[in-house]
């Protein structure tokens, strides 16, 4: 393979990793690190740095269009930013105290567990009435959002802030320690435990990743892990195919963009325990 | 781009101070990652334009997935963009990528007060603590 036909193959796969992380919140990590790993033979450690730009790159690309169409909501991001940055930076300081492998087997199966807890809630309605909760009265969380597909206004109620909160502190965490999985963590905790509207629940993440992930890619930088002849179609590409999946999202059906969500966090289950096998 | 239509009786008003907000911290992201993506854009370019092997030499790529020689330091970066380094082009624009996100955060404070909505100027400077904090220990410990 030429250097240039490197640069050509990493940014048309990382169009899709753009694409799809940008409709389901994720950053695109899932396609990224196993792409250029086994594809085109980068070692993990460039892979990891490369996929931290492609989490920054998928939320700032998404979230543009996210934040000016209403479809994020700012007031629970900045909240529960909070927790996600002080779990980031946990996660960091105990890297190299505890075992990835065990944290993969854990985590994996926590994805796992989840996704087939949302399909077993696949009907659920949004707008059926949630539990009351006052932190989320209190800092006015409660928003409302246009769903295109539907030409409808959607008002939607905010609960379980608490739990919320500490979902995202592991979810946090988790990123910092493994590398991978803080946007279906978040997009879970918005979804499972604070009943947000799924498509509010992917944007949101979406606009909330990039701040986790500027958290660690300091990090990643001055230790040079983020190689730029790696890191720069991937870069590009990402951009653009979330550029172009946040035009998406709004158009298409909740219930489709969930369902889509719930294989691929099955798939990113199952790449957390292998990779928790493989290392134990 | 917004999409609510302007009749509709639950159309977002666009001249509330929350989507000026919003409006706001989208330019934001956009012009970050436009920018961000021209350099980045222009450095590859620079690359390929630097070596014309690059094109069709087999025996490169070996090298360039591996090498630990590119700028990985402020320093290292400015002084590359002076030599014309095409790595240092290119980490210019995945700084200003990493960036984007926090000159977002920083922004949402100084938002959030003009709302007067003085628990969220503390929440959103406390996530903007700790990405500061961040960014130190990582350069202690990195």
Redo the contacts between chains.
């Keep these: 393979?030429?250097?240039?036909e490197?640069?050509l193959l990493a940014f048309v796969l990382s169009i899709a990793a753009g694409f799809v992380g940008s409709l389901l919140g994720l950053g695109g990590g899932i396609i990224v690190i196993p792409a250029l790993t086994l594809l085109?033979?980068?070692?993990i450690r460039?892979a990891i740095g490369a996929s931290i730009?492609s989490v920054?790159?998928t939320?700032?690309?998404a979230?543009?269009?996210y934040?000016?169409?209403?479809m994020s909501n700012?007031?629970v991001a900045?909240?529960l930013?909070?927790a996600t940055?002080?779990g980031?930076?946990s996660g960091?300081?105990l890297s190299g105290h505890i075992r990835p492998a065990a944290l993969f087997l854990i985590f994996g199966t926590v994805m796992a567990l989840s996704a087939l807890q949302m399909l077993r809630h696949n009907e659920r309605d949004s707008t059926a009435p949630v539990p009351p909760d006052r932190i989320a009265d209190?800092?006015r969380l409660h928003d409302?959002y246009?769903d295109?597909n539907t030409g409808q206004?959607v008002a939607y109620r905010v609960t379980h802030s608490g739990l919320g909160l500490i979902l995202m502190y592991l979810a946090g965490g988790v990123s910092g320690l493994l590398g991978v999985g803080s946007g279906a963590m978040k997009v879970l905790a918005m979804d499972l435990a604070m009943r947000l509207p799924f498509k509010v629940s992917t944007a949101t993440s979406n606009f909330m990743i990039?701040?986790t992930?500027?958290?660690?890619?300091?990090?990643y930088?001055?230790?040079?892990d983020?190689?730029?002849?790696?890191?720069?179609?991937v870069?590009?590409g990402v951009?653009g195919g979330a550029l172009a999946g946040s035009?998406l999202l709004?158009r298409i059906d909740s219930a489709r963009v969930r369902g889509f969500f719930i294989v691929v966090l099955l798939i990113i289950a199952a790449e957390m325990l292998y990779r928790g096998y493989a290392s134990w | 781009?917004?999409?609510?239509p302007p009749n509709?009786p639950?159309?977002?008003d666009p001249h509330s101070p929350?989507?000026k907000?919003?409006?706001m911290?989208?330019m934001i992201?956009?012009t970050?990652?436009i920018a961000?993506?021209a350099i980045?854009?222009a450095?590859?370019i620079v690359?390929?334009a630097h070596?014309h092997d690059?094109?069709?030499?087999?025996t490169?790529?070996e090298d360039?997935?591996?090498?630990?020689s590119?700028p990985?330091?402020l320093k290292a970066v400015i002084d590359g963009v002076r030599q014309d380094r095409?790595?240092a082009i290119?980490?210019v624009?995945?700084?200003l990528?990493?960036?984007?996100?926090?000159i977002?955060?920083a922004v949402?404070i100084v938002a959030f007060a003009y709302q007067r909505d003085f628990?969220?100027v503390v929440?959103?400077a406390?996530?903007l603590g700790?990405?500061i904090?961040?960014?130190l220990?990582?350069?202690a410990?990195?």
């Design positions: 393979m030429t250097p240039l490197f640069t085109l033979h980068v070692n460039f730009i920054i790159a939320s700032s690309g979230a543009a269009a934040v000016r169409e209403h700012l007031r900045m909240f930013e909070i940055t002080t980031a930076i960091a300081y209190h800092l409302r246009y295109p206004v990039g701040v992930a500027a958290a660690s890619a300091g990090v930088f001055a230790r040079g983020i190689n730029p002849f790696i890191a720069a179609p870069a590009a951009l035009h709004g | 781009m917004v999409n609510v509709h639950l159309a977002i929350v989507h907000v919003e409006i911290l989208s992201l956009r970050g990652v961000s993506l980045i854009v450095g590859t690359r390929f070596h690059y094109l069709d030499s087999r490169q790529l360039l997935r591996t090498s630990q590119f990985h330091s095409s790595d290119v980490a624009g995945l700084l990528l990493i960036v984007t996100p926090v977002r955060v949402s628990t969220f929440l959103t406390f996530v700790m990405l904090l961040s960014f220990l990582g350069r410990g990195g």
